[in-house]
């Protein structure tokens, strides 16, 4: 399936269904445009991750996003591949983040937790080479 797609989305929300609730909120969004440029927001692809109170779901959107990281779908491509790190990108300028970053802290069992149940949709997971989605 192609990555940020309908079926990936779906996919991706399944997978994180599975992660233990969170007794307090966190909402982070993605904001991936296919372009080279951070700017177009016509064509940006963005999903969130709700952390508790109750269920963590993944959704389209990033409307009630506490935090949002933006960048291109390549980047956005190379940090899901392990190729980058999403620390060395967020240092270089290349991945923005919007909001409170503090809101992070005392959930960085369930963010690594997202990472670790995207595992096997990665492997599946058709992602672009160059620019666009």
């Not at 269904?17 to 963005?46: E, H, K, M, W």
């Amino acid at each position: 399936m192609l990555y940020l797609d309908d079926e990936w989305i779906t996919a991706a929300g399944r997978a994180v269904a599975g992660i233990p609730p969170t007794t307090s909120a966190l909402v982070v969004g993605y904001s991936i445009s296919p372009a080279d440029s951070q700017v177009d927001s016509s064509t940006t692809s963005s999903y969130s991750i709700r952390f508790g109170p109750g269920p963590v779901n993944l959704s389209r959107g990033t409307a009630d996003a506490d935090l949002i990281f933006t960048t291109t779908a390549k980047l956005a491509a190379e940090i899901a591949r392990g190729e980058r790190s999403a620390q060395r990108a967020f240092l270089d300028g290349e991945l923005r983040v919007t909001g409170d970053v503090n809101l992070l802290l005392g959930h960085g069992d369930s963010l690594a937790a997202v990472d670790d149940v995207l595992a096997d949709l990665r492997r599946s997971t058709i992602f672009p080479q160059a620019t666009g989605c």
